[in-house]
């Protein structure tokens, strides 16, 4: 099923379109965002109909086999609906988002973030291994720190996100130990395998830790008691986000890893206690809060906490049937939740406020938001013929048939009922305060209807409102019966969705709920006055004074290790160095291998002594750095003469290159720091130093004497034996570099890329002190691009270039390669900055690095990925040999391709960096508009 694959992927492919289309227009820009999830979501679609068979789809690609790892995805009922949920509403926010938004807020931006997010999502709900879920998972923190945070100018955005990020990025953590502990269990981090292994994790003696562990993710981000207190400043958002993350998906997310792993956790009386009363305990304590907010978003942010902890108390009860209703209540709740919230944004886009005491009266004002918002929130409020209703009957009936507190049980009914009653009441406070109850106070401006088409997605929700609730079988029947088989695989009991059942006690307790909470909302202003005698407490100033207090902590301890001192950095570092590897060395009665040694030639002697004299000349003559860096720079010059004389040219070739690069960097930074520095150190510390030095010196010699000496067996016959058939290459560094560790060096060249973008942001503005002369007050010269160099330079840069592609087109077979290849392009453009000048270089070199670092980067990327077209697993090289007229018969291969990816990211950010630390010495300064 590779169709399976394109659904998240699309999204994800997807995150670049509204960046691309902006120019064209806001309407142009929702329409680019939206045809990647539609498509994804018609692919969805068409695989229904084996879904609601109870069939499961998987579709994979190899990633890690050795370590069991696959990107791995599964298609059940449960996945279906969360899918269906992400994307169907999604699409909504979309459009709605084009509207809501204002021309000063960056659309296209939002709406990467906003794809980013559904891409995580769809990650979670479909992935099919637990590592990669929850990777997925982090993601959608990660995303959702953005999306919350999007109007960074608001405090509150700011600390909102930071505060969402915190709470979900521990659960996030204690999730990945219980996942690894799980995989570790079952010998499979395999989804499938462990949900066909419940019994096996059940009985397991670290049953306990990893359920922990899991509800310890799952309560954080589903915002379930004590970590409900993130959600409500989370609000901070556009009301997009509020609609999309905080109603229909991320809030879910932990509701979704409670159902997803129901088959393999649940059934226990660990399982059914945590979760039912922290369920219980944030259902009553979301209701109760909801009706004393004033803020529109802060009422429906604490409903939301209330609803998510119904779901989460039905899924801890020891019923079949709690499973099936609180599937439903999913459904349900996504609808007129993401209604409502997309409501309050249209009120508070069109009167400018959000607080109910000043919004009355809006129904005279905005009749039709008005009529949706109402028919939403009596679905809150279970009124019937709504699907609120339906979910909210299965739930009192629950409530009636489980044992979790033994003979306390009673007291759960009684506590359902109650908070029934309470979000009636908060329900009705929405619906009366804001559309009636007077006429408005003192708004912002004079609230109207929005525009046509803001609406749409809310009476298309509204009108799934309606129709689950008097059509439930026909409407959701097949998709609720499909999720219910993956939540209870093999035993799914028989239940009715039938808006009818009769007088019975559930009804009653629908009733009670009603009734009671209409009178609790007629006699509010008591409930207020009760509640004003309690001090209010505000997460936020908690939560910033916990953090306030971790800051001190750091920086007590920081303090006591930041000395400022990089030798006595250098002395723990060593001292540590001396205790976990020179007492070891202690045991050892025989330091010497009986592998033969091989006999010392004059030349090796020679240099050896000139590596360790320039070496000791370094240290001597530090102060004066100019000669220090030229005889560092001959013990690097004679460590590349010693791979090649030891039989590693490209090590060889790879230490020179980067050795001309190094000091080509020096010179620039010596440029503005002191020629030379004072003595600082005394007698007594340079003994010891020096005293240091010798016992470490000593360790790590006779450890390297133990190892040359001995014996030892390695991977690098399996490299050489492979590297012709299975790379299609005799230089075997090369193909290990592209092929058998391709994924390394393309994290490698992902971080050069990231490292020299940060370096650059550094030395933005940068302004530095420049001398005129240099350490004896001799000027510099005027003629700072002297002729003859100028000339040279321009005659060396084409042989210089020749010479680069000869090594890059060579490099797979004979030494060479991209990396190489690379520096030595980006010495002789380098060159040619020192001698023409930046004046000269720009107009003729018009290359922007960063957006070459990212082509470099995208090019090994896709080459990596092409071989999943292939089923094979990323970055699997592909080789061939043809022939040409005139030119015989020649190879070719894909990791031509890759290499070619790693050559122009090389280039590109070593000339960011040098290029504009160049700059830093002429009168033309890197500012944040230029990309060269």
Same mark, same amino acid.
């Given at each position: 099923m590779m169709s399976l694959l394109w659904i998240p992927l699309l999204p994800a492919l997807g995150v670049f379109a509204p960046l691309i289309a902006e120019r064209f227009g806001r309407t142009a820009c929702a329409w680019a965002t939206a045809a990647a999830p539609a498509l994804a979501l018609l692919l969805l679609l068409l695989n229904a109909p084996a879904v609601f068979r109870g069939e499961t789809l998987f579709s994979s690609l190899s990633w890690i086999p050795q370590l069991g790892l696959d990107l791995s995805f599964r298609l059940d009922g449960l996945a279906f609906l969360f899918a269906l949920?992400?994307?169907?509403?999604?699409?909504?926010?979309?459009?709605?988002?084009?509207?809501?938004?204002?021309?000063?807020?960056?659309m296209s931006t939002f709406y990467a973030y906003l794809i980013l997010f559904m891409t995580a999502m769809l990650g979670i709900v479909l992935s099919n291994n637990l590592i990669q879920l929850w990777m997925f998972w982090e993601l959608t923190s990660i995303s959702s720190f953005l999306l919350i945070s999007f109007w960074h100018g608001k405090t509150e955005g700011r600390k909102g996100a930071r505060m969402a990020l915190t709470v979900t990025g521990a659960g996030g953590l204690a999730l990945l130990a219980g996942l690894i502990l799980i995989g570790k269990m079952v010998g499979s981090y395999d989804l499938e395998v462990v949900l066909q292994n419940g019994d096996l994790i059940r009985e397991h003696a670290a049953y306990p830790i990893a359920l922990t562990l899991v509800l310890l993710g799952a309560f954080t981000k589903s915002a379930q008691f004590p970590f409900h207190f993130w959600l409500p400043h989370a609000m901070a958002a556009p009301t997009p986000v509020s609609a999309y993350l905080h109603s229909a998906t991320m809030v879910k997310a932990g509701i979704f890893l409670l159902a997803r792993f129901y088959p393999a956790l649940s059934g226990t009386e660990l399982w059914f206690i945590i979760v039912s009363m922290a369920g219980l305990a944030t259902l009553l304590i979301g209701a109760y809060t909801a009706l004393f907010k004033h803020d529109l978003k802060g009422l429906l942010a604490y409903s939301t906490v209330s609803h998510l902890g119904l779901i989460t108390l039905l899924l801890g009860m020891d019923t079949q049937l709690a499973a099936v209703a609180a599937i439903f209540?999913?459904?349900?709740?996504?609808? %007129?939740?993401?209604?409502? +919230?997309?409501?309050?944004?249209? =009120? $508070?886009?069109?009167?400018?406020?959000?607080?109910?005491? *000043?919004?009355?009266?809006?129904?005279?004002?905005?009749?039709?938001?008005?009529?949706?918002?109402?028919?939403?929130?009596?679905?809150?409020?279970?009124?019937?013929?709504?699907?609120?209703?339906?979910s909210k009957e299965m739930f009192f009936a629950e409530t009636l048939h489980q044992h979790t507190l033994g003979s306390l049980s009673w007291m759960i009914p009684v506590l359902a009922t109650l908070a029934a009653i309470f979000s009636v009441a908060y329900s009705l406070? %929405?619906?009366?305060?804001? +559309?009636?109850?007077?006429?408005? =106070? $003192?708004?912002?401006?004079?609230?109207?209807?929005?525009? *046509?088409?803001?609406?749409?997605?809310?009476?298309?929700?509204?009108?799934?409102?309606?129709?689950?609730?008097i059509f439930p079988g026909f409407i959701v029947g097949g998709l609720l019966n499909a999720a219910v088989m993956a939540v209870l695989p093999g035993q799914v009991p028989e239940y009715s969705l039938s808006i009818w059942h009769g007088i019975n006690l559930p009804l009653i307790m629908s009733v009670v709920a009603i009734v009671f909470g209409v009178v609790i909302y007629h006699n509010r202003r008591k409930l207020f006055k009760f509640q004003s005698q309690f001090p209010e407490t505000d997460a936020k100033l908690v939560f910033e004074g916990l953090m306030q207090a971790l800051v001190k902590i750091s920086q007590r301890v920081h303090g006591f290790f930041e000395n400022h001192s990089l030798q006595r950095y250098m002395f723990s570092l060593l001292m540590l160095l001396l205790i976990f590897a020179g007492v070891p060395l202690l045991d050892l009665l025989n330091t010497a291998g009986q592998r033969p040694q091989l006999p010392i030639d004059s030349l090796t002697l020679i240099m050896a002594a000139l590596l360790v004299l320039s070496a000791i000349a370094t240290v001597i003559w530090h102060r004066k750095r100019f000669i220090s860096l030229l005889t560092l720079s001959v013990v690097g010059l004679i460590v590349s003469v010693a791979f090649a004389y030891f039989s590693a040219p490209d090590l060889a070739l790879t230490q020179l290159s980067v050795e001309v690069v190094t000091v080509i960097l020096l010179m620039l930074a010596l440029f503005f720091l002191p020629q030379s520095t004072p003595k600082e150190s005394s007698p007594t510390r340079v003994a010891r130093d020096l005293g240091v030095a010798a016992i470490i010196g000593g360790i790590i010699g006779t450890i390297n004497y133990a190892m040359i000496t001995r014996p030892h067996s390695s991977i690098a016959e399996f490299f050489l034996e492979n590297s012709k058939p299975g790379g299609g290459g005799t230089n075997v560094v090369n193909v290990i570099l592209v092929d058998f560790r391709g994924f390394d060096t393309f994290g490698e060249i992902l971080v050069l890329g990231i490292a020299a973008l940060g370096i650059f942001k550094l030395i933005n503005r940068m302004k530095v002190f420049m001398p005129s002369g240099d350490s004896n007050g001799i000027n510099w010269t005027q003629d700072s691009h002297p002729m003859i160099l100028r000339t040279v330079s321009q005659s060396?840069?084409?042989?210089?270039?020749?010479?680069?592609?000869?090594?890059?087109l060579r490099g797979h077979n004979m030494p060479g390669g991209g990396f190489i290849a690379g520096l030595i392009t980006a010495v002789a453009i380098i060159l040619q900055y020192i001698a023409h000048g930046v004046d000269w270089i720009k107009p003729r070199l018009r290359i922007h690095y960063q957006w070459a670092i990212a082509t470099g980067v995208l090019i090994a990327a896709l080459t990596g990925m092409g071989s999943w077209l292939f089923n094979r697993p990323f970055l699997t090289s592909w080789f061939d040999y043809f022939t040409l007229p005139l030119v015989g018969e020649f190879e070719l291969a894909s990791a031509l391709a890759f290499d070619l990816g790693v050559y122009i990211t090389v280039v590109a950010a070593t000339l960011l960096i040098l290029a504009n630390l160049g700059k830093l010495t002429t009168t033309h300064r890197p500012t944040m508009k230029e990309n060269d």
């Open positions: 949920l992400i994307l169907g509403i999604g699409l909504l926010i979309i459009l709605y988002a084009r509207y809501y938004l204002s021309s000063k807020d960056s209540h999913i459904i349900n709740h996504a609808t %007129f939740k993401a209604s409502l +919230f997309m409501a309050a944004g249209i =009120i $508070d886009h069109e009167s400018g406020t959000r607080d109910m005491r *000043r919004l009355n009266g809006l129904w005279h004002f905005m009749p039709h938001t008005a009529t949706l918002a109402m028919v939403a929130a009596a679905s809150m409020a279970g009124v019937p013929l709504l699907n609120g209703f339906l406070r %929405f619906i009366h305060d804001v +559309f009636f109850n007077g006429q408005p =106070i $003192d708004l912002p401006k004079t609230p109207h209807e929005p525009p *046509r088409y803001m609406k749409v997605p809310i009476e298309i929700l509204v009108g799934l409102c309606l129709l689950v609730g060396l840069l084409p042989l210089a270039l020749l010479v680069s592609a000869y090594i890059f």
